[in-house]
């Protein structure tokens, strides 16, 4: 079992910037990659972001050049550095850990982050 609990999230004018913290326990040896996706109203949750615990990092095109992901030397800690925040990226923001050689998916509670513009 692994529990995910994310923070960071808020409201934000367009152009601004915002960090997601996302913190795992329970059976983080079993951790294959961390990362984040979203959802916004009326929208199915889409990728954003995710680092494997080789260090391998990838994002959605649609973030690349303003997010950036990150994490704690533990590897227990992901981080969303978020920058050039546009209203489009208003939505809930999910940590996820897929776990174990089933690569069975483990997600946060969400953090809701809203663009004005």
């Known amino acids: 079992q692994v529990q995910l609990v994310e923070s960071g999230g808020g409201l934000v004018q367009a152009g601004g910037s915002l960090r997601l913290s996302c913190a795992a326990s329970?059976?983080?040896?079993?951790?294959?990659?961390m990362g984040w996706y979203r959802q916004a109203p009326g929208k199915s949750r889409e990728f954003v972001a995710a680092?494997?615990?080789?260090?391998?990092?990838n994002y959605a095109d649609s973030v690349k050049g303003r997010f950036t992901i990150s994490r704690d030397n533990a590897k227990t800690t992901v981080y969303l550095q978020m920058n050039s925040l546009k209203p489009e990226d208003t939505a809930v923001y999910y940590c996820n850990a897929p776990v174990g050689s089933r690569y069975i998916d483990y997600w946060g509670q969400g953090t809701q982050v809203t663009v004005s513009s």
């Open positions: 680092i494997t615990s080789g260090g391998r990092i």
């Open positions: 329970g059976s983080i040896f079993s951790i294959n990659a």
